[in-house]
């Protein structure tokens, strides 16, 4: 029976979970990794939710017998198209619905400009071809590491200022152009969805000409995005971010950009281990990822 391409809706949620949790426990089970620690459930994830919501034309299920066999996601900020998410289920995987899926969301981005096309691949390598082959080649691993919020506090402490900051029209106007120099385009809207969407906190780093400077995002669980106007600055919100977290003193994830050496010495210095690696894929060089540590590999 064939296989039909159509966008995702809301109620297509739950099952695109599904196809991920399978495909990411049985991608672990190939490479020898804990399986079973993969999430398996039929919750959306906030940032799926997110980006069907306000990149629809980006969103798109395949469905084969009636069900929902696999999925992609992506957005586009500026002339960046970025691809979150391609999960194709087990049972349905070699048979081009992959590149499928991969095809109608690029297609989405370029009609709408995009000229950069990038992805943060995992290890598996049928995605790192299906990637290679649409013009994204590997520009530098992206790490997760895991450490103690209380190891920051090794780090150097913080020279300005560094205070509280929302998602309102004062911060956002003040953030634009620090997300402009570093990740080479604003993002107004994923501040807006973190701050409202996610229950996380924000410290920004204050210049004495009111100007933000860098500010780090943390929730229990995990820091970042951590966007600074230079690599040593990095350090110091890290600090902040470990005082504020302290108190949990749970561990922590990280992800760092293996070309950013500051960040990755620093902490794997004050303890922190790699727990596993994936790879940053881009059609051409963009950002500087040299002073940013991304939220993971879904909204980057
Ligand atoms: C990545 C994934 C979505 C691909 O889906 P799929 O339906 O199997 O992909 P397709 O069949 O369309 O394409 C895979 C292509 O990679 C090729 N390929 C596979 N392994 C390869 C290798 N080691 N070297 C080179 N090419 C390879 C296949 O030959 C195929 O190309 P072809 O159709 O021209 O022969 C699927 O494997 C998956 O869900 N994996 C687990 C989750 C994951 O890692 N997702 C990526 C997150 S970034």
Redesign the pocket.
């Known amino acids: 029976m064939d296989t039909e391409y159509r966008l995702a809706r809301d109620e297509d949620l739950p099952a695109m979970r599904m196809v991920?949790g399978l495909?990411?426990r049985?991608?672990a089970a190939r490479m020898g990794t804990d399986a079973a620690s993969m999430p398996l459930d039929d919750q959306p994830t906030p940032p799926m939710r997110y980006l069907r919501r306000t990149a629809p034309a980006l969103s798109w299920v395949a469905v084969h017998e009636g069900r929902v066999m696999?999925f992609s996601q992506g957005f586009v900020r500026g002339d960046l198209w970025f691809?979150s998410?391609?999960?194709?289920?087990?049972e349905?995987?070699?048979?081009?619905?992959?590149?499928?899926?991969?095809r109608r969301c690029l297609e989405a981005g370029t009609r709408r400009g995009a000229a950069v096309r990038a992805?943060?691949?995992?290890?598996?390598?049928?995605?790192?071809?299906?990637y290679a082959?649409h013009g994204m080649i590997p520009r530098f691993p992206l790490f997760a590491l895991q450490g103690r919020a209380q190891a920051l506090r090794a780090l150097p402490a913080p020279r300005m200022r560094v205070v509280q900051a929302a998602s309102t029209n004062f911060w956002l106007g003040r953030i634009g152009p620090l997300d402009q120099f570093v990740w080479g385009r604003r993002r107004d809207a994923d501040h807006r969805f973190a701050h409202r969407e996610l229950n996380v906190g924000c410290l920004a780093n204050l210049g004495d000409d009111g100007s933000v400077a860098g500010y780090v995002y943390h929730h229990a669980g995990q820091l970042g995005p951590l966007c600074a106007r230079t690599p040593r600055m990095q350090l110091e919100l890290l600090h902040a971010a470990g005082a504020a977290l302290a108190q949990s003193d749970k561990n922590i994830r990280i992800w760092v950009p293996g070309i950013n050496g500051a960040a990755l010495v620093a902490l794997l210095e004050a303890g922190f281990r790699i727990l596993f690696s994936?790879l940053l894929m881009a059609s051409r060089r963009f950002g500087r990822f040299d002073r940013y540590l991304p939220s993971g590999?879904t909204l980057l």
């Open positions: 991920q495909a990411l049985d991608l696999g691809l998410n391609l999960f194709v289920h087990p349905l995987q070699k048979g081009g619905t992959g590149a499928a899926l991969l992805v943060c691949s995992s290890p598996e390598l049928a995605a790192q071809a299906l082959r994936n590999g």
